[in-house]
């Protein structure tokens, strides 16, 4: 994992003092509310609907045990007693006082964490691949990238008050598990003919309001120019992007706009007569970071574990989790394990400060002291040994986080929505938690296969729902709440938005709704092996339409 | 209003010309609009004659009229609008070296970035300067001494505003992997 130097200390420990300054001159009228805003959102720290919001960044996801447990000292010290984990690798925590933000950000910037960039026209917070640095098929670790890209996007005196948000994340394998594709850039790590390790450049992929599945800039881009390359694209966006809406200023407008060919064309000419080598990261710099994302240290082990084979045996629950909850691990002997936050009838992505500790335990005894969140909302446990699974199991059945959920249809990712959110239109939490009831047998979730769920609770799109397999969208309809439903969304796997089925359902028949579309998809699958997403893809709307709206 | 630059507080020895005000006998800077008559009127007085642009403009046709250009000024509508950053990254780019303002309504906050951008200073509206002390603009580029990019270009015309605001961290690693390399 990448530990700070002086200068990452020093930059962060003066952005807090920073803050505070700022903190102080809003209140002494030097800076307006309309000034003090901008800034304080840089920070992570958002106005919400009944207190203060702050969302503190989790780079790429990644997290060690002591960190993990900062987390959860924040929630029972300044918090109500637990964090919400979000769809960007981040936590968001729902109830902090403005006067305690400042002691936060120091407690954060003890463990080498901050909440820069993590709201605000800027670039956000970098995300990846849960599996970075695990998965077999990798071709470099993606969170050095993601590293060297928080570095120069933090505070970029160029890019720091953009037309709107600037998403980027990065993936080293060929299975994207980062969803790059609905991103403002989306960067995959590939190499060419010659060997060599560069970047496939997506741009201009989004959901909100506008959804769109990123275009291709670049085939391959040098790693060297990766600097260079990206200031192009941005400094291209922020002179031409569109500042007269704030629903039309992201860049994928831009690129739908003039079309991927104009735009590619002045990025193009703006990297051509830029000095690229002021600007690049230097190869030492490369390195330098590179050596923190090295395999940790795996004690070598058999590729089986008899231990394992007599639990699997004689726990069928435990055999159920290790099946649908663990993956492929690149060295012999250990798995990768997702620890679920959807519970059945929980609030999807929350986690209490006792869970989080216990979750900081496990990775330091169990996973080289490493944790990940992912986008899905779920933690993953990296480095488990075979032998360790079992005792890892029973301790997070302990504190109710063994669902062996994941990819499943409980595996619900959902926004906050009107519980808290101050742009929602409706509520999503309670939806996904009333689906999450329906759907709650092991058995019955087993038998329906993988099938992602995903609600939000409003066009902002925070809860991904138009890549959703079933997507939800939470609207407000004179007063009343009234939910969109899409189908076929999928934001890797052959990218696509889902189309809406038709006309909205009230909260209290949404549940019915989605039985419906899950009851006509097992009649009509070839077999068990054909997935939700595959017989839509065969199949198309009709026979669901049909199922939802003619059978009434 | 006020104008200043990393110095603190500095007279304005710019006349602003708006609309169709005539230009005065004195260094001015007319708005992008009237830009033949700005060149003819900086042919025949170099030195004394500058041009304001709106931030939708295109920097790069200007690059014929560096040499009789001795000052830009750059609008910004509103503090929110980052589009003036940009286009004074692409001036020194392609090699203007004149002075460069930043007029509007900015904030102290942002005065590292405007320096690093390549502005030489910041022309305030009145409104703006006087709730925003100087000192709060001096103070900003006390508390931020460190930038993680580099290529803040150092340029040709000599004087303080050579240095970047805050010291890049990259160039700093760099010289101590050197200096750990020669001891």
Redesign the interface.
């Known amino acids: 994992m990448y530990r700070y130097?002086e200068?990452?200390h020093?930059?962060v420990e003066?952005?807090v003092?920073?803050f505070r300054?700022?903190v102080a001159?809003r209140l002494s009228?030097?800076?307006?509310e309309e000034?003090f805003k901008?800034?304080r959102l840089m920070n992570g720290l958002y106005l919400q609907l009944h207190a203060y919001m702050l969302r503190v960044a989790i780079p790429y996801g990644t997290l060690a045990g002591r960190q993990m447990r900062m987390l959860a000292h924040i929630a029972e010290k300044w918090d109500r007693g637990y964090g919400h984990f979000t769809t960007r690798q981040n936590i968001q925590f729902n109830w902090p006082k403005l006067n305690d933000v400042g002691d936060i950000l120091d407690a954060l910037a003890s463990v080498e964490m901050h909440a820069i960039q993590t709201s605000g026209?800027c670039i956000r917070n970098v995300t990846s691949d849960p599996l970075s640095g695990v998965a077999p098929d990798e071709i470099e670790d993606p969170r050095i990238t993601a590293e060297v890209l928080r570095?120069?996007s933090?505070?970029?005196?160029?890019?720091?008050?953009?037309?709107r948000k600037f998403k980027i994340a990065v993936t080293g394998c060929a299975v994207d598990r980062a969803a790059i594709a609905v991103h403002d850039i989306g960067l995959q790590i590939v190499r060419n003919a010659a060997g060599e390790v560069g970047y496939r450049v997506l741009v201009g992929g989004g959901q909100g309001r506008s959804p769109f599945i990123a275009k291709k800039l670049r085939e391959f881009l040098p790693r060297e120019d990766l600097l260079p390359y990206l200031t192009a694209a941005l400094?291209v966006y922020?002179?031409h992007g569109r500042?007269d809406n704030k629903f039309k200023a992201r860049i994928k407008i831009l690129v739908h706009e003039i079309g991927i060919d104009a735009y590619k064309e002045q990025v193009e000419g703006e990297f051509a007569?830029?000095?690229r080598a002021?600007?690049?990261?230097?190869w030492?710099?490369w390195t330098?970071i590179g050596a923190y994302f090295a395999l940790p240290d795996l004690p070598a082990r058999a590729g089986e574990d008899a231990g394992l084979e007599r639990a699997l045996k004689a726990d069928p629950a435990f055999a159920q989790w290790v099946e649908q909850n663990t993956h492929a691990h690149r060295v012999p002997g250990y798995r990768a394990a997702t620890v679920s936050l959807k519970p059945v009838g929980g609030v999807p992505g929350d986690a209490t400060a006792e869970q989080m500790r216990v979750l900081a335990d496990l990775a330091e005894a169990h996973s080289a002291d490493e944790l990940r969140i992912t986008h899905e909302q779920n933690v993953v446990l990296p480095h488990v040994a075979l032998a360790d699974l079992h005792k890892v199991y029973r301790a997070l059945a302990g504190i109710g986080l063994d669902a062996p959920n994941r990819g499943l249809i409980t595996d619900i990712i959902a926004c906050p929505g009107l519980d808290y959110c101050a742009l929602a239109t409706a509520r999503s939490i309670p939806v996904a938690q009333a689906i999450s009831n329906r759907f709650g047998s092991t058995r019955r979730q087993a038998e329906i296969g993988p099938l992602a769920i995903k609600i939000s609770g409003c066009i902002n799109a925070c809860g991904h729902h138009h890549v959703a397999h079933i997507g939800i969208l939470g609207l407000d309809k004179a007063g009343v709440e009234s939910y969109q439903i899409t189908l076929g969304g999928e934001p890797a796997d052959g990218p696509a938005i889902g189309e809406r089925t038709g006309p909205g359902f009230g909260f209290d028949e949404v549940p019915d709704a989605i039985e419906t579309i899950v009851n006509r998809y097992l009649e009509l699958r070839e077999s068990p092996r054909e997935t939700f997403l595959q017989a839509y893809r065969r199949l198309g709307m009709a026979p669901f339409k049909e199922a939802l709206y003619e059978a009434a | 209003m006020r104008l200043l630059d990393r110095t603190g507080e500095i007279t304005d020895a710019w006349a602003f010309v708006e609309g169709e005000e005539p230009a005065p006998d004195a260094p001015c800077i007319l708005p992008y609009d009237r830009l033949e008559e700005a060149l003819a009127l900086a042919a025949a007085r170099p030195g004394e004659v500058g041009l304001h642009l709106p931030n939708d403009t295109d920097p790069r046709g200007l690059k014929p009229h560096f040499g009789v250009l001795a000052m830009i000024s750059v609008d910004f509508p509103s503090f929110a609008d980052g589009r003036g950053f940009s286009i004074a990254k692409c001036l020194r780019l392609i090699g203007y070296e004149g002075r460069l303002r930043a007029r509007g309504p900015v904030i102290a906050d942002q005065f590292a970035y405007l320096l690093e951008c390549g502005f030489d200073e910041v022309w305030l509206p009145t409104h703006v300067a006087q709730r925003q002390p100087v000192e709060s603009w001096l103070a900003q580029l006390e508390k931020v001494s460190l930038s993680y990019q580099r290529g803040t270009p150092e340029r040709a015309h000599g004087g303080a505003g050579n240095a970047p605001a805050r010291a890049s961290i990259l160039e700093q690693r760099r010289a101590a992997r050197s200096e750990g390399a020669r001891g």
């Open positions: 130097d200068f990452d020093r930059f003066e952005r003092a920073e300054g700022q001159r009228g030097e800076l307006t000034e901008p800034l026209n570095q120069w933090s505070l970029h005196p160029e890019f720091t008050f953009l037309g400094r922020n002179l500042r007569a830029m000095d002021s600007v690049a990261a230097p030492e710099e330098r």
